[in-house]
């Protein structure tokens, strides 16, 4: 089968991703409720049972919301680094000590054949990251809730096969919004949420150098974006840096914050 995902849900209300390899499968956070993310991964024909573990990029709400309950109900060790345990501990609740592990920033594990990968990245939480995921000689990257792409960050997203990007928000929707200026500058921030403007320049890049080829935008605001208006706005980056002829090499796939995609293989 080699390695496979669907993004369960991608936004500000909620996110939750299940990657699959042959041997494991495992969620990166729980940012709805426990029903809930059980509704989606049914959708996507995947148990709780069949979970391996979860993975927790940081601690905002909409990243643990349901992370407890799933923990306590299929007996799922939670990795995180210490940090960020420390960050949502009360709000995740009690749990037996064998399911709290410990995953340190920059730290490699290996689940049964699948290889994961922790990073540092930039954003309003104690120490979040993002995950790479490995299996079958393929890259699977998850890079949302970043204020920017950094030089180490880039790093991390080259030579992935298929990368979930954050593309919150249109600059200007954002400015003429109806959020207050200290949550709009918040977002803006280098420790905020990336930009349409600031995926396409990072994809400038990554297709320049790099061999991926699919890449989901994640985390659209529903306030200050459109899917649509993220997509063109990629492109128009892309193609003001004269990569418009790559354009048929790539595609730029889209997320949901109430639905599931359909499961991505990315074949061994």
């Not at 391996?52 to 680094?81: M, Q, W």
């Not at 080259?158 to 200007?172: F, I, P, R």
């Amino acid at each position: 089968m080699g390695l496979r995902f669907t993004v369960l849900a991608s936004g500000s209300t909620g996110n939750a991703t299940v990657v699959s390899s042959d041997a494991a499968t495992v969620l990166i956070d729980a940012g709805l409720s426990g029903k809930k993310i059980e509704e989606l991964m049914k959708a996507r024909e995947v148990s709780g049972t069949e979970l391996d573990a979860i993975f927790v990029t940081h601690e905002h709400s909409d990243h643990i919301k349901g992370l407890g309950a799933l923990a306590r109900k299929y007996e799922l060790p939670i990795y995180a680094n210490e940090k960020t345990w420390g960050a949502m501990a009360k709000h995740v609740g009690e749990l037996p000590d064998g399911q709290r592990k410990v995953l340190p920033t920059g730290g490699v594990m290996e689940l049964f054949d699948l290889r994961i990968e922790s990073y540092a990245i930039s954003h309003d939480a104690v120490e979040p990251v993002g995950y790479c995921f490995h299996s079958g000689g393929r890259k699977l990257t998850l890079a949302t809730d970043l204020g920017y792409v950094s030089d180490k960050v880039m790093q991390q997203l080259l030579q992935s096969d298929v990368l979930v990007l954050e593309s919150n928000h249109d600059v200007d929707m954002l400015r003429m919004g109806r959020y207050p200026w200290n949550i709009k500058r918040r977002i803006l921030g280098d420790t905020g949420h990336l930009s349409n403007e600031a995926a396409g320049e990072a994809l400038c890049r990554l297709l320049a150098e790099g061999r991926t080829r699919r890449v989901y935008l994640a985390h659209l605001s529903q306030e200050h974006n459109l899917m649509d208006l993220a997509k063109l706005t990629v492109n128009t980056v892309l193609e003001d840096n004269g990569l418009f002829y790559q354009k048929h090499e790539f595609e730029l796939c889209e997320t949901y914050y109430d639905r599931p995609t359909p499961w991505d293989l990315l074949k061994a």
